[in-house]
């Protein structure tokens, strides 16, 4: 009950703080490019308009992922992205666990004059919809 008690005499503080969280979410979904269901991806690549990159590390991308799918591990990302020069007319979609460091890569590949997107919830959001991926 102490807790209501502190958000009654403390509500302007507390409205402050939801107003600054909710713009740094925005601010940071912004930075990291759009964020495109499974269905979008599928879609986009069917068309022969995406390439998918996929920055988990080896042993995940190895025990199961999107087919055609080019691994580069997201600590090496910086490195590699040199490979990724012949897709520049193309969207990158980036895969990661659960969305947690597409932001960051697809904002330093963006830096790099890349269009790119990210695949919404990872791969853990593919495998809960029972999409394929294929296991190295």
């Not at 499974?38 to 998918?52: F, K, Q, S």
Request: aromatic share 6%; glycine share 6%; proline share 1%.
């Amino acid at each position: 009950m102490d807790i209501w008690v502190f958000v009654a005499e403390q509500w302007l503080l507390i409205t402050i703080l939801a107003v600054l969280l909710a713009a740094f979410v925005v601010l940071e979904r912004r930075r990291g490019g759009a964020s495109l269901s499974h269905h979008e991806v599928t879609r986009l690549v069917n068309a022969g308009e995406a390439v998918l990159i996929d920055i988990r590390d080896k042993d995940d991308f190895k025990a199961g992922h999107i087919v055609d799918s080019i691994n580069i591990p997201f600590a090496k990302l910086a490195d590699q992205s040199a490979e990724l020069d012949k897709h520049k007319n193309s969207t990158l979609v980036l895969i990661d666990k659960m969305g947690q460091h597409a932001g960051t890569a697809a904002k330093s590949l963006k830096e790099k004059g890349f269009n790119v997107v990210r695949l919404q919830g990872g791969i853990m959001e593919w495998q809960a919809q029972n999409l394929p991926l294929v296991k190295a």
